[in-house]
Nanobody, 123 residues
Framework: QVQLVESGGGSVQAGGSLRLSCAASGRAFGSYTMGWFRQAPGKEREFVAALNWNRSTYFADSVKGRFTISRDNAKDTVYLQMNSLKPEDTAVYYC?????????????????WGQGTQVTVSS
């Protein structure tokens, strides 16, 4: 069983930055593919970014060039650095872990989920 706890959300003005963290408990964190998803009010949960054990990354088109994903296996933590934030980035952000070694963008590929952290970007 893997438990994921997100932190780092908050309110920021457009153009600002935030860094989300996701601390994982459980074994073999380094082998998991880690992903970030988000869900805005009234919308479906959508893929944001993912990073596998080999540090291959993949980003949604809407965040490319603005967001980066990284991991610290010694701390069992994955990060989402969000720069040049826009009001449309406002959402609850979820961390997820997949037992697959392949970077995946679909929700069903992920086996464990955090509770989410709110990000609000004002114009």
């Amino acid at each position: 069983q893997v438990q994921l706890v997100e932190s780092g959300g908050g309110s920021v003005q457009a153009g600002g930055s935030l860094r989300l963290s996701c601390a994982a408990s459980g074994r073999a964190f380094g082998s998991y593919t880690m992903g970030w998803f988000r869900q805005a009010p009234g919308k479906e949960r959508e893929f944001v970014a993912a990073l596998n054990w080999n540090r291959s990354t993949y980003f949604a088109d809407s965040v490319k060039g603005r967001f980066t994903i990284s991991r610290d296996n010694a701390k069992d933590t994955v990060y989402l650095q969000m720069n040049s934030l826009k009001p449309e980035d406002t959402a609850v952000y979820y961390c997820a872990a997949s037992l697959s070694t392949i970077v995946r963008v679909v929700i069903d590929a992920y086996d464990y989920w955090g509770q989410g952290t709110q990000v609000t970007v004002s114009s």
